[in-house]
């Protein structure tokens, strides 16, 4: 057994069978002793691993293994390592066909490696491609090569030097446990300010490199899956004809209270349910082979039917129903309408074919589990999506969003990890990656099956342990959090220590000003998700990034040597550089209190877009993200309306 099966959370199967086996060398002494071959003919996904495992092992050692489709390969060839179907998989025994969605086979043997997977025909890069070959090589990279996805790029992809390198006798079948894992990638924020965004081909780097870093994080799914907001477009299409199925407002008018408002349904209705089973089924392929989901997710809105039957299926409001949610929040004064919700799924479920599963989202003021002792099943998922419970909690705020998640575990439903939580923070260093680990240890635990974030913003040199903890936790779920963070800061050689109590500080800093953080949000009226650059200047004053900068330049010192090392503390420093502009440009120009006259707003952001102009090949955020919070934070003028390409 090549490794230890506690740490490799992953594992839905492990079959180890009990023979001995020597190691393989892939190279000696900076030697090639291994060729590596794939089908004549190798799919998309095939080829792209097998060019992910030579680059990788060609940054450890500066060798290039060779890679050989297998007609071309003479008998008489030195040990080999197949990736993916084969002729020479097959006589091994191994047969694809019968693996679980996206599951690979790693076995060595005395003369061979097999890294052969469930695959998808598509592009490898796609998050609907599956690619259990792909998975099977990142997974002995990780393993026995001990590399380190940090960052996206080149800087942030960590590979141990070495003269050697062995594959490990295994013999092992894996498959992902969640059957979906999607960090959603942020690189669709449009702004009315593009100027203070990327230019095109910044842009286009950004994008390339970082899906390639999800992927070798293994985000993507066993099989397609799609649900969200459900009937946004029912009223416009049906209103006229079937009002009853629409909330019937307290003036006693059924749909939405305003032209084009966004409306809920009357989720009581049996017609209802029937109605959506029945569309669904219309677009359902006679002979599909994957699972089915029917999406009952309600509008981006509250429930808000204030119909008799409707608040007759409503139970009793928890005792805390409202106690973690902001006095400025649309919580404030609803009705807690879970149950009816419940009710809703369930009805959908029954009447829907054996084996579909109906998704609905837990959200707004049906987030907290039913009290009427309802009880769902398996085919029911929801997913978990609160309105509140941003980090960093109190400690009874976070037992608290816990604790809801347990309840609905309860019911008998699944869960899936549904959070907007990761927008919030700006590209401030806003660190919370043990409390978010938490979190998603308690989910695992409590039988989550898939994550759906929104979003990745990706600011990598600023907010670095919160991503890769959230990208580490999705191949490792059960890691502890300092392990997952020992992993990013031994990238960083001799400077390791600095760099930890770099980021220790912040999230001390982070931690310590819950309060702060969520007093400014209400007094400037700045969204956590949305205009966070309202409030970047209270929250981070300049006297709060002296000690931090001290600690960069101790971590600077610390490696002279290593010019890896000493790259990844730069970018750590360009990160901070560019977050205390941010926070400086914040302070004039924020629409809480901005009285910037127009030179004034040229002269601010003129030093900020050179600033990322000059950097935005770095990879050090996403500054489409930015210029997305900035136009609703900012007093901006016209001239950023422009496209980064042609401004100033
Ligand atoms: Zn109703």
């Known amino acids: ?13 492990a079959l180890l069978l009990n023979v001995a086996h020597a190691d393989v060398a892939l190279v000696s002494e900076g030697e090639p002793r291994t060729i590596i071959v794939t089908a004549d003919k190798p799919s998309r996904v095939v080829q792209y691993a097998a060019e992910e495992l030579v680059r990788h092992v060609e940054k450890a050692c500066g060798v290039r293994l060779e890679v050989l489709a297998e007609s071309a390969v003479r008998p008489e060839a030195r040990k080999r390592l197949y ?85 490990k006798t295994c013999d092992e079948t894996t498959a992902p446990r969640l059957f979906q894992r999607r960090l959603r990638a942020g690189l669709g924020f449009a702004s009315e300010h593009p100027a203070l965004g990327f230019t095109a081909a910044a842009f286009k780097q950004f994008s390339e490199e970082q899906s390639v870093y999800l992927r070798r994080h293994r985000m993507g799914r066993s099989y397609p ?91 009793a409001a928890p005792d805390d129903y409202l106690k973690f949610y902001p006095p400025t929040s649309k919580m404030v004064g609803s009705r807690f309408v879970s149950d009816r919700y419940a009710k809703f799924w369930l009805g959908i479920q029954q009447q829907a074919p054996a084996g579909a599963t109906v998704v609905g989202y837990a959200y707004f003021n049906y987030f907290q589990a039913p009290t009427s002792g309802i009880k769902l099943n398996p085919n029911i998922l929801i997913g978990y999506c609160p309105s509140a419970g941003w980090f960093p909690r109190s400690a009874e705020e976070h037992a608290w969003m816990k604790q809801q998640w347990s309840d609905w575990r309860d019911t008998g439903a699944r869960l899936f990890m549904r959070t907007n939580h990761l927008l ?40 670095g342990p919160n991503l890769y903890t959230v990208a580490r936790l999705h191949v490792r779920p059960e890691a502890a959090a ?98 205390r502009l941010c926070a400086r440009v914040s302070a004039q120009l924020s629409l809480a209190n901005s009285t910037a006259a127009k030179d004034e707003i040229k002269h601010a952001v003129d030093e900020l877009i050179a600033f990322r102009r000059a950097n935005e090949r770095s990879g050090i955020g996403n500054f489409n993200h930015l210029a997305w919070v900035e136009d609703s934070s900012w007093k901006l003028s016209e001239e950023t309306r422009q496209t980064p390409d042609l401004y100033p």
């Open 1 to 13: 057994m090549c490794f230890d099966a506690a740490r490799a959370g992953c594992l839905t199967m």
């Open 83 to 167: 990736i993916g179907d084969s002729r020479g998989v097959r006589e091994a025994g191994i047969d694809v066909a019968k693996l679980a969605a996206e599951a690979f086979v790693l076995r060595v043997t005395d003369d061979a490696v097999f890294i052969a997977g469930n695959d998808g025909g598509g592009d490898p890069l796609d998050a609907d491609t599956r690619a259990g070959t792909l998975w099977g090589v990142y997974e002995w990279l990780d393993r026995d090569l001990r590399v380190r996805w940090l960052w996206p790029g080149e800087l942030g992809t960590h590979v141990p030097k070495t003269k050697t390198v062995v594959a």
């Open 225 to 315: 899956v799609s649900y969200g907001h459900a009937f946004t477009d029912w009223w416009e299409k049906d209103g006229k004809a079937h009002p009853e199925w629409f909330q019937l407002l307290e003036s006693g008018k059924r749909g939405p209270n305003k032209k084009n408002g966004r409306f809920s349904m009357c989720v009581s209705n049996p017609d209802l349910e029937r109605e959506i089973v029945a569309r669904w089924a219309a677009k359902r392929p006679p002979h599909a082979t994957t699972p089915g989901f029917i999406n009952a997710c309600e509008n981006d809105i509250l429930g808000l039917c204030s119909c008799d039957k409707c608040r007759a299926q409503d139970g």
């Open 424 to 463: 919030d923070g700006y590209c401030m260093p806003f660190i919370l990656a043990h409390q978010f680990a938490d979190e998603f240890h308690h989910a695992v635990e409590k039988g989550m099956v898939a994550t759906d974030y929104d979003s990745l913003t990706g600011h990598w040199a600023t907010q």
């Open 482 to 579: 300092d392990e997952v963070l020992a992993e990013y800061y031994a990238a960083f050689g001799a400077a390791s220590p600095a760099v930890k109590s770099y980021f220790e500080y912040w999230e001390s800093y982070t931690t310590r000003n819950r309060e702060k953080i969520n007093q400014a949000m209400e007094t400037l009226q700045a969204s956590r998700w949305r205009s966070w650059a309202k409030a970047a200047h209270v929250l981070y004053p300049p006297e709060c990034f002296t000690p931090a900068e001290t600690l960069l330049e101790q971590a600077a010192h610390a490696e002279e040597n290593d010019a890896e090392a000493v790259a990844r503390v730069k970018f750590l420093q360009l990160g901070l550089q560019h977050a």
